[in-house]
């Protein structure tokens, strides 16, 4: 995997990952930046929840399960510039189980590469699942 940073002002940078998909990061205009993208912090919470979108719908087509909708509301919780916890809900429609839908949850926890940098990290997850 490679990317490409080209900067363009104080803060703002565009990244290419060399596949044609490019990302726009910045800080708040409170911190000398245009706000113009999510900082790099903001982009590691949304990479998690993009991964866990991911992987917990490659592992429901795998157990069979129908996603009719999906949705994530992800919070990373932080003190003095660390993750110290990551709090989500998961929200989907569905006609399997509870039970399918945490073992799918737990397998997607196991295998997200993202997940598991932070599991790595020390980073501790919670999750609760509600039902659209």
Known sequence: MKTHLVKQGAYLSQIDNQRGSSVTVDLPVASGGTAQGPTAFELLAMSLNGCIATIFTTMAEKKRLTIEHLEIDLEAKTTDGEMDAIDYTLRVKTTATDQELE???ELTEKVCPVGR??????????HCIERL
Not at 117 to 126: C, D, I, K
């Open 103 to 105: 073992k799918c949850l």
């Open 117 to 126: 940098l932070f599991h790595r990290a020390g980073v501790p997850f919670t």
